[in-house]
């Protein structure tokens, strides 16, 4: 059974950084993409991070040069470190992983940025 958990959001002031972890059970992350979303109130989900098994990345324009994904395979877990935060970034922030034609979802952790 495949489960991703979220963990590492909280309240921060703008300009501070938090790391989101996403660790899988049940899956390889080194073998599936994983992309990091984001949902604000009222709202669409967006992508805002993404990276392949083979390790490229790709990133929203809204948040380039500011977050970075990256991946521990050891620990099978994905992390999204967020810089330079944004009251703009304020969202619950998803992880998504894609295996055999099926998505996975974490739960969500919610970060907040105070301006």
């Known amino acids: 059974q495949v489960q991703v958990v979220e963990s590492g959001g909280g309240l921060v002031q703008a300009g501070g950084s938090l790391r989101l972890s996403c660790a899988a059970s049940?899956?390889?992350?080194?073998?599936?993409?994983l992309a990091w979303l984001r949902q604000a109130p009222g709202k669409q989900r967006e992508r805002v991070a993404l990276i392949s098994s083979g390790g490229d990345t790709d990133y929203a324009d809204s948040v380039k040069d500011r977050f970075t994904i990256s991946r521990d395979n050891a620990k099978n877990t994905v992390y999204l470190q967020m810089n330079s935060l944004k009251s703009e970034d304020t969202a619950v922030y998803y992880c998504?992983?894609?295996?055999?034609?099926?998505?996975?979802w974490g739960q969500g952790t919610q970060v907040t940025v105070s301006s």
């Open positions: 998504r992983v894609v295996t055999n034609g099926r998505l996975y």
């Open positions: 049940g899956i390889a992350l080194s073998m599936n993409p």
